[in-house]
């Protein structure tokens, strides 16, 4: 497994613009895919975008597809979150996450850190 920290989360008005980041330890971040996921009060973690280790695939969420990126610089062992366009219903604590091996699937992802909050005000 990979070791992951946040950072990048604050507070922002809507319309507005953030970038996380997400940095692994490991030597193995280049073959993990990584993930973003959000979890907003009072309701499940729900995943918002993931990128292959290539960087050839990248797949997002309906509700941040057009507005949020993700991308990777594996010599600098970091995944990214571009977050523009923000709205209200962004605000949450987003969590990167590892998968060794990805599927497709959400529910791959098994290396989690610890969430950084994003808030996003009127």
């Known amino acids: 497994q990979v070791q992951l920290v946040e950072s990048g989360g604050g507070m922002v008005q809507a319309g507005g613009s953030l970038r996380l980041s997400c940095a692994a330890s490991?030597?193995?971040?280049?073959?993990?895919?990584m993930g973003w996921f959000r979890q907003a009060p009072g309701k499940e973690r729900e995943f918002v975008g993931a990128?292959?280790?290539?960087?050839?695939?990248?797949t997002y969420a309906d509700p941040v597809k057009g507005r949020f990126t993700i991308s990777r610089d594996n010599a600098k062992n970091t995944v990214y979150l571009q977050m523009n366009s923000l709205k209200l219903e962004d605000t949450a604590v987003y969590y990167c996450?590892?998968?060794?091996?990805?599927?497709?699937?959400?529910?791959?992802?098994?290396?989690w850190g610890q969430g950084t909050q994003v808030t996003v005000s009127s």
């Open positions: 990128i292959n280790w290539s960087s050839t695939i990248t």
């Open positions: 996450a590892g998968a060794n091996r990805w599927s497709g699937r959400p529910a791959d992802f098994d290396s």
């Open positions: 490991g030597r193995t971040f280049s073959r993990y895919a």
